[in-house]
């Protein structure tokens, strides 16, 4: 049975892009949402440590599905986070180990660790643009961590590399081989083929989000799927937010996240 998780666990490590990884951990330190909470991995270490901002806004329960996913990393990322938060320039220079912890490493840890990324950005960024739903209102934990959404973040990943028209046998090949490089097995390797051989269908896409959290999730997946280079690609990102009905704030604030104008 596909694992849609580990899946994305294994897309983000991998990188579809080049530019992925950096990206990523631009969001994690203390130059990505949240500046003055040391980014969004000082956000990642209030909620576990159960202090900060996020501790009481995020969902109420998105810091025990990334508790859940780091495990025993739990002391290191909030030590992390209060290094980050002073500029200490050693744990800065560690954001990339602690991005392929959360992501998770070659002998696979527990899947999940994109999606508790991607879901404390999302929950990040409207909080930052003013667009965070009132206490109380926040969705359910599940939703945000379910195995749905992580197949939909994949299947908008796969949707944003079709974007430029771009995508040939040599593409799937080179994408594949990468998840095969990290021990994504045969059954993963093949989903992602067939999906990427499949035609570009942002309409099932935007009719499977089922609210504003899991938007701004999709929004920031294809964000990392693709380089953002071409007319092509600008163009679908602006038709995405559109059919997804982001504000623009919100936008700009996942962009700011990731070090993009």
Same mark, same amino acid.
């Given at each position: ?8 666990d294994s ?57 859940? @996913? ?6 290191? @990322? ?135 959290? @899991?938007?701004?999730? @999709? ?29 623009a ?13």
């Amino acid at each position: 049975m596909l694992d849609a998780k580990r899946l994305l666990d294994s897309l983000l490590q991998a990188g579809m892009t080049e530019s992925a990884p950096q990206r990523i951990r631009h969001a994690l330190g203390p130059e990505g949402l949240g500046q003055q909470g040391g980014g969004l991995l000082g956000q990642l270490a209030g909620m576990l440590g159960g202090q900060g901002p996020s501790a009481g806004q995020a969902s109420g329960g998105l810091g025990g599905i990334v508790g859940q @996913v780091l495990g025993g990393l739990q002391q290191s @990322v909030g030590r992390a986070g209060e290094g980050i938060k002073s500029n200490d320039p050693l744990t800065v220079g560690g954001l990339g180990a602690i991005a392929g912890a959360l992501l998770g490493g070659r002998k696979g840890a527990v899947g999940g660790g994109a999606l508790a990324l991607l879901g404390s950005l999302a929950l990040a960024a409207l909080q930052a643009s003013g667009q965070a739903r009132a206490a109380g209102a926040q969705p359910a934990v599940d939703q945000l961590a379910s195995d749905d959404t992580a197949l939909l973040l994949v299947r908008a990943m796969v949707a944003a590399a079709k974007a430029d028209g771009r995508i040939d046998q040599e593409e799937i090949a080179r994408i594949t081989g990468k998840l095969e490089e990290i021990g994504a097995d045969e059954e993963t390797r093949q989903f992602l083929a067939e999906e990427l051989r499949r035609p570009l269908d942002l309409d099932s896409i935007v009719r499977a989000v089922p609210g504003p959290e @899991v938007a701004v999730e @999709v929004y920031a997946a294809s964000l990392l799927a693709i380089e953002v280079d071409t007319p092509a690609e600008r163009a679908y990102l602006e038709a995405l937010a559109g059919r997804l009905q982001l504000p623009a704030p919100v936008v700009a604030q996942i962009h700011r996240a990731f070090g993009l104008a």
